[in-house]
């Protein structure tokens, strides 16, 4: 049997995801920035926003799962060539989208103190941590909702919508988190940390109202929701997307404790490892942008039973998510002296940045290679699978290293080695499964 893609598809759809999978954690990561460089001592806002906005980025990266999991249906029933059968799913599942963000909303904003207590936050950085996150809690609804729609336009094989809609998103959280911390003499006050919060809320639903007009002027789905029967599809699609919520929580307990354990090193560290982790965040987003096009692609092909295709697939996505992982380790090792002051003044926060730094980047080659087999494997569905590798990953690699590197006194060496053990084990087990289960597709 012939290929039935090519290289072009490949990047056509990879490239835009990249675009829109930055737009959330390039938000995080310019409130970080422009926070950091506030007149003052800014070492506590700087540790309170990075760690929101890690808290942020793993929220949405599990509730994005159920983008994932509407882009799996999607390209499954396009690939079969019966997306007039899901018409009535939809608009199901963006509502259910919206109701899921404002529950979120009212379990977490009320007790944000509470929440970042746990991260062991105090005194004046838990002050500000609450604050901000309970004005970009608001958000939630907004963005699981663009995330529906995103997640539909992926299933329909077109990544540039979600593109065009997260990048105006960020251009316009950058103009107004600028305007509105700083202020404008005579015009605008300044607002300080909840001028960036603010901000970001904004180009939040600027990116839904350009989602939902690519919605309606490209695609034959619509939002009206018709009298209440729930379709077929909903079942799967719901379960679906409680497995890759369990999976991804599994990523969040790694992150919970790896922030317990800066937090207790000192405000020094727990900055560092805000600016790092919204940096390792950023880099996997942008991976993740050909983990995207495995997904799309992979579900269409699992749909249509192309086995050759299957591999073609895998071998180009990883080749290039590699090698732009490469790319942006290389750029970071010229700027690496610099980096961490487009953040911080601080000395004793730059020096531990540079200590630890290296670590970050010699993971983004093995982070390719699991995030593009993990990419795939969500497109086939297999999310009961990816729930339970992530969970035993968790447990039996990334906390027995932390402890034991904590216990030898790592400090912020034992988080990040932590990491780096956690995803080799992801990247090697995905790539040999997948080898397993095309061989058995092809038998």
């Known amino acids: 049997m012939a290929v039935q893609i090519n290289t072009s598809q490949i990047l056509k759809l990879a490239i835009p995801a990249i675009i829109a999978g930055i737009a959330e954690p390039l938000i995080s990561i310019t409130d970080l920035a422009i926070i950091g460089k506030m007149q003052g001592d800014t070492t506590n806002a700087l540790a309170a926003i990075g760690l929101v906005g890690t808290f942020l980025s793993a929220i949405i990266w599990t509730l994005a799962q159920t983008k994932t999991s509407i882009s799996s249906i999607v390209s499954h029933t396009m690939g079969a060539n019966q997306l007039e059968k899901i018409n009535d799913l939809i608009p199901q599942v963006v509502w259910l989208n919206v109701v899921l963000g404002i529950f979120i909303y009212l379990i977490t904003a009320p007790v944000a103190s509470v929440i970042f207590t746990w991260y062991k936050a105090q005194g004046e950085v838990l002050s500000i941590a609450s604050s901000y996150y309970q004005v970009r809690a608001l958000g939630f609804p907004m963005t699981l909702c663009s995330f529906a729609i995103f997640g539909i336009f992926r299933g329909l094989q077109n990544t540039s919508w979600a593109m065009i809609a997260s990048l105006s998103g960020a251009v316009l959280n950058i103009l107004l988190t600028l305007t509105l911390v700083y202020g404008i003499d005579g015009v605008i006050p300044s607002y300080g940390v909840l001028g960036a919060a603010y901000g970001s809320l904004a180009a939040q639903l600027f990116m839904l109202l350009i989602a939902i007009y690519f919605l309606y002027n490209h695609t034959m789905f619509r939002l009206k929701l018709p009298l209440w029967h729930p379709h077929r599809q909903l079942p799967k699609h719901l379960w679906l997307t409680a497995n890759f919520f369990l999976r991804t929580a599994a990523i969040n307990v790694a992150i919970y404790f790896s922030y317990r354990f800066a937090n207790d090193y000192g405000a020094a560290h727990a900055a560092a490892h805000a600016v790092l982790m919204n940096i390792w965040l950023l880099f996997s987003f942008v991976v993740d942008g050909f983990a995207n096009a495995g997904n799309a692609i992979g579900g269409k092909l699992l749909g249509s039973k192309d086995a050759v295709s299957l591999k073609y697939l895998a071998n180009k996505t990883s080749l290039y998510g590699v090698a732009i992982a490469g790319v942006l380790s290389i750029v970071c090792a010229f ?13 004793e926060v730059l020096e531990i940045i540079a200590n630890t730094f290296w670590i970050v980047l010699l993971m983004q080659p093995i982070n390719a290679v699991a ?22 990953l968790t447990a039996l690699v990334f906390l027995p290293v932390l402890f034991l590197l904590d216990y030898l006194e790592g400090d912020l060496y034992a988080v990040w080695l932590a990491f780096f053990a956690w995803m080799i084990g992801r990247a090697a087990i995905l790539f040999f499964k997948f080898k397993s289960k095309v061989a058995a597709m092809e038998s």
């Open 371 to 392: 995030f593009v087999y993990d990419g795939i494997f969500k497109g086939w569905g297999e999310a009961s699978y990816l729930r339970n590798l992530l969970w035993l």
């Open 335 to 347: 700027l690496y002296t610099t980096l961490g002051k487009r953040f911080t003044d601080d000395p």
